[in-house]
């Protein structure tokens, strides 16, 4: 187990490797200059002589196989070394963003669960009663809807209109409820309609109907047998997300003035801030690389079949 | 057995995971927690403060640097030694008065008497050069600016007068003292250790009404009220600055009452913009103009070296109905470079005025006649077409990119548009590469000196644009000379020839003056549009009684 774990952590290496030269090539292709785009940002008029002193101090005066050789570097001593736009130690600033961006990614989670686990469960139980009706009408919203819309939305009626809750910022609970709210709505439109599905399947299977002769109990059956398979491609899906999510949420994050990860990033892409791209790139590699892995341990432990071809392996 | 084992580590494993990820976020949650409910309990209700809203961080709040400061959050903290007020008038700041000599190069300032810094040390001439010596040891950084290229000597004559001696004259130096960045103060307890604030400073020291009380990075500043400032008292205790990137929340939040004042320039949509301002529970003001919104017609261009086929464009598309249309009000057509409310350029200018007839006669004049059957007009075999380059990211230049695209194509002029991102595009300006350009002017303090003076060097795309003007040198001349000239009335006979030549070449195309948005909660009785662009709303605002 462990070694499989290590296995595939070292699988990190390689694919860190191919994002940072990938994004390392694209932002050298891109026809901005990050020196210009500083002084831009600035409102400083980029004179010649500006820009090749900033050009200098940012380092992109080197070749640029000295610079890319730098940067591997750095990276694998994990120096990400300071932004350009701030002067500020770039790991300092995400660390300082990434709580923000996991709370919110988190209870969106949380709440998606609960509330798509159940719904899936009963449309599919009572399929085209009213429940059914109801679920299939929140994912065709839920599916629908621009998520800054719905963002907007719910400020209107929830902040503005009934003033139940604040607009925007992070601090108290309060500040959770909308863009948590926000997030989970297409999950959950997508998640119900997964798990209906997954669950209408198991229950057209033989070993439904030899329980049922055995005279086992219907939510007996429904709960140690189909659900125990019908949930596996939603914790799948679900952990898949998770790793989307904790990079960071770009519009929910810039509608709800969320200091997460997300707007860092947006904003650093704006001002060509490279140390930053290329730290985000590396621990969304990472992020997803680790998502993924839980989500093949969870479906290890939920499907004995699946660990059993896992342990042949190694 | 084996499978039992399996189990327990996958779930001990992912039991793991979960409770570091619930350790982060509960570690910041208290953190934050704490730290907004202090800025929140403070905001809008108490009476004596004001709440509104940035969409970008405040900054390091370092007086001599640039990004990420934002210059109006500097203006708070940090005075200059001169103030620039309406109608470009120069009065005294930090320093108290000034003279100069007859040559225009020793300008001596005797300094305020009894100011103190916001932790009670003494503001002098000691403080001022060292804070100028800070400066000038980045004088690249700060090369953009007039004043770097000609000051030559910094002296302290006693603890209250301050000498600088320039190279050669230049008149816009006071001016430049007035800017919110480099020239103003950092307290010695600001500085770091070898005194290159270029780097970095301790803490933010200032002279300025305002000091910075409580800040969360991307989440908000509060500034609380300098007890020692030696100004008349700010009539609030408090200013919150909440950063909050997208317009559209801005203007929800404001709706809510959780903001008192929104402010600045394309802070909020148009659309936003109009339905504040007919809602009778605000009340909105537009500023005076800020700067202009040019469209540049570049001479360099053969089909463009003409000045009759530049009249032409300029006459063939109807600006007031466009700016109108375009901005529904929020800017004014704009018939002069540059508006009137700077020093020297309240001078008679000819408008030149919407007439499609007139701007098809010049263009046949020109030579460009329209082929039999065709839509666009040729000369030499070749066709009257052009790119307009512009801000993909400003709706209002593509707006009005389309009006002129179409108003011309009546005309038989073909306009190509070309969104670029906004670097980019100011990559092309200066690179000379372009056919027609969305341009704007700094504003004041900064004009109309740095205008003449984009009009007269190469590096910045304007000087590069009128090089077809046939008296672009002479051009150049007046501008040299009016800049280093010490006679106020030969400074503005230059200024007026230099602006009606401008004006007769019409390479660069007056659209609309640029304004500031104000939208305030009716809390706020009194506002008061900083003359200095850059500066900050708070002086002279005054807020109804409770």
Known sequence: MIGYIGKRMIAIIPIVFIATLVTFGLIHISP???????LTAAHIYPTP?????????????????TQYVDTLKRIAQLDFGTSYLTNKPVIDEVMDKFPATAELALWSIIFSALVSIPLGILAAVYKNSWIDMVSRAISYFGASIPQFW??????????????????????????????????????IALYTR??????LEQLQESYVQYARTRGIRERVIMLKHVLKIAITPFITGMGMTMGRLLTGTIIVEQVFSWPGFGRYFVEAIFNRDIPVIQCYVFISACLFIVCNLIVDLVQLYMDPRISAKGRAEH | MLGQQHKRSTTLMMVTTLLLLLFIVGCSNKESSSASSSASGDQASSAKSITMSWPRDIGTMNPHTYNPSQLFAQSMIYEPLISYQKDGKLEPALAESWTISDDGKVYTFKLRQGVKFSDGTPFNAEIVKKNFDSIMKNKKTHSWLGIIGVLDKIEVVDDRTFRMTLTEPYYPVLQDLSVVRPFRFLGAAGFPDDGDTSKGIKEPVGTGPWMLADYKQDEYAVFKRNPNYWGTAPAFDQITVKIIPDAETRVLAFEKGDLDLIYGEGVISLDAFQQLRENDKYVSELSDPVGTRDL??????????????????????????????????LEEPADTALSK????????LKPIEYNVEQSKALLDEAGWKMPAGGTVREKDGQKLEFELIFDKTDPIQKAMGETIQAEWSELG???????????????????????????????????????????????????????????????????????????????????????????????????????????????????????NRDENPFVGMQLSNP
């Open chain 1, 49 to 65: 002589e500006l820009l090749a002193e900033k050009r200098h101090e940012f380092g992109l005066d080197r070749p640029l196989f």
């Open chain 1, 32 to 38: 901005v200059d990050p020196a210009e785009a500083y």
């Open chain 2, 341 to 348: 409310n700077y020093p020297y350029t309240d001078v008679d």
């Open chain 2, 413 to 531: 002029v073909k306009v190509n548009l070309t969104g670029l991102e906004l670097t980019v595009q100011i990559k092309r300006l200066k690179a000379n590469d372009f056919d027609l350009y969305f341009w704007y002017n700094y504003g004041a303090p900064y004009d109309p000196h740095s205008f003449i003076n984009v009009v007269a060097s190469p590096g910045f795309g304007i000087s590069e644009t009128l090089t077809a003007l046939p008296m672009k040198k002479e051009l150049d001349e007046q501008v040299h000379a009016a800049l280093s000239s010490t006679d106020e009335k030969k400074r503005q006979e230059l200024y007026t020839s230099i602006l009606t030549t401008l004006q007769e070449q019409s390479a660069i195309v007056p659209i609309s003056y640029v304004k500031k948005t104000a939208v305030y909660q009716k809390k706020i009785a009194k506002f008061v549009f900083p003359a």
């Open chain 2, 296 to 329: 540049l017609l570049n001479s360099s261009n053969p089909k463009l070296s003409d000045v009759r086929v530049r009249k032409a464009l300029q006459q063939g598309f109807n600006k007031k109905a466009m700016v109108e249309g375009v901005t529904s009000g």
């Open chain 1, 194 to 199: 997964m798990l209906r599905t997954s669950v």
């Open chain 1, 150 to 187: 719905l963002g907007y939305l719910l400020i209107f009626f929830f902040a503005v209109k009934l003033d139940w809750l604040p607009v925007e910022g992070r601090g108290s609970w309060e500040n959770l409820v909308l863009p948590t709210l926000t997030l989970s709505m297409v999950m």
